[in-house]
């Protein structure tokens, strides 16, 4: 099936860019819009500039690496452990960059960093579990609101639904200051929207959703990992605005009317 063509359903093997590329409003689409609805429309034809785009990202590094390990050894190819400045090292070098094709470089330290987080995770039990459970890393849901009709889509980090759960993988520079990202990034806005995509399709709730969170600084010799779920307050103040957004959203798109002016305040150290 064709991008343009797809309906509500569950699909397991949609490649990333053309879910990306492809209809239906997703959580980070609304993220933009709760900020100013012209943001969504700039976001879906502002240039890219590649070079950037194909920099490092430890964090989609240890994704793949944890969760998509075929996807690891396509995308990402680790540096040799050699030092540029001698001969023996540039030759090392000269040898790697012939051989890697189009992946993204890791150097040695960076591929032992991801290798060492994936094995952090792997040491916590439930979270073992859940990464060795069947299910489908990547999967999409399509869904129709049932409220503005607007076809809306979600892509789980893994979805297990002979469990009836959903895992969310994230990286975070401090353990300790996650629950504020939960905040800050508008993840209570993503557990009920990805959690009522699923009830859509599959004709009852998920029996969870979890955010396993892995750290990507060291803490006491190690990289920490956390399983968190959310409470039922931070989940209806997430159904709550996502709801709202999806409204602006079906409005915005019916007049095709993307407001732009964004309001500042000054911080309250000033006033």
Known sequence: MSPTEIGPGYYPDIPNAEYHAGPGVSKSQLDLLSRSPALLKWSLTAPEDDEKKAALNIGDAAHAAILEP??????YAIGPDAPKNTKAGKAAWEEFEEQRGGRVALTHKEGRQVALMRDSVMAHPHARFLIESE????????????????????????????????????????????ARSVYDYRYHVQDPFYSDGYAEHF?????????????????????????????????????FAYQRDLQTYHECRQANDWPGIETLSLPPWAA
Not at 167 to 175: I, V, Y
Not at 208 to 236: H, M, N
């Open 70 to 75: 075929h996807r690891f050894r396509d995308e």
């Open 135 to 178: 299910g489908d890393a990547e999967a999409s849901i399509y869904w129709r609101d049932p409220i503005t009709g607007e076809l809306c889509r979600c892509r789980p980090d893994k979805a297990l639904p002979k469990m009836g759960w959903l895992l969310d993988l994230k990286t975070t520079a401090d353990m300790g200051k996650f």
């Open 203 to 239: 004709g009852e709730a998920p029996r969870a959703f979890l955010f396993l969170v892995v750290s990507t600084s060291i803490e006491c010799g190690r990289y920490p990992v956390r399983l968190f779920s959310l409470d039922q307050v931070a989940k209806d103040a997430g159904r």
